[in-house]
């Protein structure tokens, strides 16, 4: 079946966050927040290397709801349940619908960060992989020097299935950097 046939929800929550898909007119509270954080995000995000005016990131974020609709990759906008403040991004990418299999990628406001808003997400995130779309796989890769990012599948009980050497660049370009690569699978 063609994956843009599938249904499943665009939004579901836990027990302290909303989740769902981009949706036009999110830059307005995602930019703050990328503006807040860019200092934490340029040590390991690539987008995060060039700024992006608030026009530019409202257009990279109808693309992501338009991909998300043709289910090629499902950026996923994290909300507080509570009062509706911006926490983050996160979403099922590097998609293989064949397996199904999924990468879950995310980034924090730096100002929520230590809350374990993310880490809470990421396990929603991943629940949802497996019940809603069959996943018979999960990921989280990461920079092997990102502590912030590595503990998050480690307190999920992700294996932690290797560590690919000089695998990629550092955002910058300046240096060659190990990934981590850890997952869950189903049986």
């Not at 836990?14 to 509270?29: F, H, M, N, Q, T």
């Not at 926490?87 to 199904?100: A, F, K, Q, R, Y």
């Not at 992700?158 to 981590?180: A, Q």
Request: some cysteine.
């Amino acid at each position: 079946m063609n994956p843009i046939l599938f249904d499943f929800p665009n939004e579901f929550s836990s027990e302290r966050l909303y989740i769902r898909l981009p949706k036009p007119g999110d830059a307005k509270v995602v930019y703050p927040a990328q503006m807040a954080s860019m200092d934490k995000l340029k040590t390991w995000m690539e987008f995060a290397q060039k700024g992006q005016s608030e026009e530019e990131l409202e257009v990279n974020i109808r693309n992501a709801h338009y991909q998300f609709m043709k289910r090629e990759n499902m950026r996923l906008h994290v909300f507080l349940k509570e009062t509706g403040e911006f926490v983050g991004c996160s979403g099922l990418h590097e998609i293989n619908w064949e397996i199904p299999k999924f990468e879950i990628g995310y980034w924090i406001d730096s100002r929520m960060s230590g809350k374990g808003y993310m880490t809470e997400a990421v396990e929603r995130i991943a629940e949802f992989a497996f019940i809603e779309l069959g996943a018979k796989r999960v990921e989280i890769r990461c920079d092997a020097k990102n502590i912030s990012s590595r503990a998050i599948p480690e307190r999920l009980n992700f294996e932690l299935e290797g560590i690919l050497k000089n695998e990629g660049m550092s955002p910058d370009g300046k240096e060659p950097r190990d990934t981590c690569v850890y997952a869950k699978v189903s049986d």
